[in-house]
């Protein structure tokens, strides 16, 4: 199947233009930089008036199936921003469609399943075996069309969701405060949960590979649902599979002389910062709950570090800003870092604070490594 995917890109992969930032990389893997890089989650979304104009009156997930629409929304950021990286646009949830389920973005409620998974015999509806080629082709599409029209300016993040949080929408049928009815799976049905698991696991690990075909140049997963988990669960339903995803993703890319870094990115789970730290990624995303020198001890060093201003913090005025941004760069040091926020951008931000934002992570982290 992969073999099938590299064979479709390959001839487009050789001819994407010269990388001209790669500091995004290079803190990713732990070495020096001029600065610290800068990203947000959700930096292509509803605070740009573009972003909203660009959307109007169209569907979401088609929207996510027009490769020309993902590339302009991915490339709307990096036309006000000094982002050092690109993140395709597209959602976590196309997942679960490649797999045979119906999801809908529906107006002022959001990502709603229609027909959820009710008990362990729905698992049936699901494609055991996904061509993620066919059913995913069109986020590949975009990522290639992506990194030609980036012309080199900085590299592109693909990114999945993880199958903890892919399953738990899957079976709540949409947001939940309490995930009650996935937890329930979890300690009724412990078999048919890892089953559900493993299903997803091999998708995500096909559809990152075709990702890395398609021109991805780093990637990122989304254990949104972390927090929900206490940490014995958390290690036993998701864990397990992160590493799996993990492992399995590079043993192949290495197959094929391939090096690209993983990020994983576990909302709330702070029980699991040594865990994550040992999971064959290479960057563990932080959100603002954990303090940055704590989470620089607990990783011991073994990984790059990406986060974790608290959203909110957008905000307040730009000064404040950007002394947040210059305390949260002394507690987590200038090298193994990726600055972000410590979870996406909201609807209401104002661009001119993001922007205040990324001109505070290059302004100081520049000063202090030259006075190193």
């Not at 490339?75 to 469609?97: C, G, K, N």
């Not at 959001?110 to 049936?124: A, S």
Request: net charge negative; hydrophobic share 40%; aromatic share 10%.
């Amino acid at each position: 199947m992969i073999a099938g995917i590299s064979h479709i890109y390959n001839g487009l992969y050789s001819d994407f233009p010269q990388l001209k930032n790669d500091t995004f990389l290079r803190a990713a893997r732990g070495e020096e930089t001029q600065h610290v890089p800068v990203w947000c989650m959700r930096q292509a979304g509803r605070y740009l008036p573009e972003f909203r104009e660009s959307r109007a009156g169209k569907d979401f997930f088609e929207t996510c199936r027009s490769p020309e629409a993902c590339c302009e929304l991915t490339l709307q950021p990096l036309r006000r921003f000094s982002f050092d990286a690109a993140i395709i646009f597209s959602d976590i949830l196309v997942v679960p469609q490649a797999m045979g389920m119906d999801v809908q973005m529906v107006p002022g409620k959001g990502p709603t399943f229609p027909d959820p998974l009710k008990d362990p015999e729905d698992l049936q509806r699901l494609r055991v075996k996904v061509d993620v080629n066919t059913e995913l082709g069109y986020v590949f599409r975009a990522i290639t069309l992506t990194r030609h029209k980036l012309e080199g300016k900085v590299p592109l993040i693909g990114f999945t969701g993880a199958p903890w949080t892919l399953m738990s929408y899957m079976i709540e049928g949409g947001g939940s405060n309490t995930h009650s009815k996935a937890k329930r799976w979890l300690y009724q049905h412990p078999e048919a949960s890892h089953m559900l698991l493993r299903m997803l696991t091999d998708v995500i690990v096909e559809y990152l590979l075709g990702q890395v075909a398609a021109g991805a140049q780093a990637l990122q997963v989304f254990e949104s649902h972390a927090g929900i988990l206490g940490p014995a669960e958390f290690k036993e339903f998701s864990l397990l599979y992160l590493r799996d995803i993990a492992r399995r993703v590079k043993d192949k890319l290495k197959e094929d002389g391939q090096d690209v870094p993983m990020i994983v990115f576990a909302k709330d789970a702070h029980y699991g910062v040594e865990d994550l730290s040992q999971s064959h990624y290479e960057v563990v995303g932080l959100d603002w709950t954990i303090d940055p020198r704590s989470a620089r001890e607990r990783t011991g060093g073994k990984v790059s570090l990406q986060g974790n201003m608290d959203p909110c913090a957008l905000y307040a005025p730009k000064e404040r800003i950007s002394d947040i941004v210059h305390k949260m760069l002394e507690g987590f040091g200038t090298r193994g870092y990726i600055a972000n926020l410590g979870h996406g951008l909201y609807p209401d931000m104002d661009p001119e604070h993001v922007g205040a934002f990324v001109q505070a992570v290059h302004k100081h982290s520049k000063q202090m490594i030259e006075q190193k």
